[in-house]
């Protein structure tokens, strides 16, 4: 290796506003809150875009947050799904979820984030705002199919859309009418 290294570091802010370590969120809703919270502070604390994404373990205990930190990171892949996923595997000390993680996310997930989830060995994805909601604003998440779903369906992996999703579309609307950066528009 050439000395070069990715490092995944969450903003400071994060830890303060995530439930201590061993507390259970038995609610979707209640979780989903939380994922839009993060997003909603993100956006407040200037520190990247209006997504965020928790992975939950069985016991809806947070395992691990993740922002859109794109602009941030100047790392196109730094989608908040992409991060959770990731640290919450380095939380676990395995390369791979398994089912009975679950991954809770504002929006959608855009074309790279859909090819992802399957890798990631979740067995559940919630999702809050639209793929419609999210280009509303400017934002372009790749060719990816209406039924874009069912590929993950198809793995064994539960997909639950459109939690909140007034809530998640208001944090989008708030971005942009902040100016926030949409980029890939």
Sequence with gaps: MSGEELCLRLPDWVAAELPPRNTPIAEINDRMRLAI?????NIEQETGGPFAAIVFDSSHRVVAAGLNLVTTLNCSSAHAEILALSLAEQAIGRYRLDKSHELVV?????????????????????????????RSIGFDEGSKPKDWHMPLVDRGIEVISEVLRAESASVLGQYHDRGGLIYNG
Excluded at 37 to 41: K, M
Aim: hydrophobic fraction near 45%; include cysteine; glycine fraction near 8%.
């Design 37 to 41: 919270h993060l997003a909603q502070v």
């Design 106 to 134: 504002t929006a959608e997930p855009c074309a790279m984030c859909a090819g992802a989830i399957p890798w990631s060995g979740i067995g559940k994805l919630v999702t809050s705002a639209t793929d419609q909601d999210i």
